[in-house]
T-cell receptor, first 112, second 113 residues
Framework: KQEVTQIPAALSVPEGENLVLNCSFT??????LQWFRQDPGKGLTSLLL?????REQTSGRLNASLDKSSGRSTLYIAASQPGDSATYLC???????????FGAGTRLFVKA | NAGVTQTPKFRVLKTGQSMTLLCAQD?????MYWYRQDPGMGLRLIHY???????AKGEVPDGYNVSRLKKQNFLLGLESAAPSQTSVYFC????????????FGDGTRLSIL
């Protein structure tokens, strides 16, 4: 059974710092991996989607990597800003893409 | 752009009552999903639909029923609510093309006393 783990559960950093969020999964037979952002009281917003054949995706200050063989993904946030404060969730989809397994998330707080 | 709209946003029920949560999307998406999110846990898939008139079970389907009578709507029903179903419920949708990200609604916060 696929399990997704995110470490750390919470993280507090000063503004301007570069940071890395970690995600690990137990079954390497994935369809894709997504990183989402969730603001308090809101739904999830997709940040980056990495297909199983890809190694990384970039969007602005965000870069996500995927290593299927080791069951790991990282989300790199450059030059963090207070507006980046949110919960970041990692999710892997099984073959076919319908069943998506989510991690519990990393709650990020960027101090001004 | 409305995207994915969930109704209601909040609801308090008594044990044994029934209710229906409505999800509507205006993006002409084929696929729709219902998740629940509990504290300290990731989202868990309840049911999903790959098209109008079709539904399938997810990871935690017990105690819930769904219907997809129209392409734009996906309904989640609780026939006899239990305290264990207290949660935040999220609806999501995406296109049929491969590797398309899911779009989420803002959630329905449901408390069952």
């Amino acid at each position: 059974k696929q399990e997704v783990t995110q470490i750390p559960a919470a993280l507090s950093v000063p503004e301007g710092e570069n940071l890395v969020l970690n995600c690990s999964f137990t079954d390497s037979a994935i369809y894709n991996l997504q990183w989402f952002r969730q603001d308090p009281g809101k739904g999830l917003t997709s940040l980056l989607l990495i297909q199983s054949s890809q190694r990384e995706q970039t969007s602005g200050r965000l870069n996500a990597s995927l290593d299927k063989s080791s069951g790991r993904s990282t989300l790199y946030i450059a030059a963090s800003q207070p507006g980046d404060s949110a919960t970041y969730l990692c999710a892997v989809s099984e073959t076919g893409g319908f069943k998506t397994i989510f991690g519990a998330g990393t709650r990020l707080f960027v101090k001004a | 752009n409305a995207g994915v709209t969930q109704t209601p946003k909040f609801r308090v029920l008594k044990t044994g009552q029934s209710m229906t949560l409505l999800c509507a999307q205006d993006m002409n998406h084929e696929y729709m999903y219902w998740y629940r999110q509990d504290p300290g846990m990731g989202l868990r898939l309840i049911h999903y639909s790959v098209g109008e008139g079709t539904t399938a079970k997810g990871e935690v389907p017990d105690g819930y029923n769904v219907s997809r009578l129209k392409k734009q709507n996906f309904l989640l029903g609780l026939e006899s609510a239990a305290p264990s179903q207290t949660s935040v419920y999220f609806c999501a949708s995406n296109q049929r093309q491969v590797n398309q990200p899911q779009h989420f609604g803002d959630g329905t916060r449901l408390s069952i006393l």
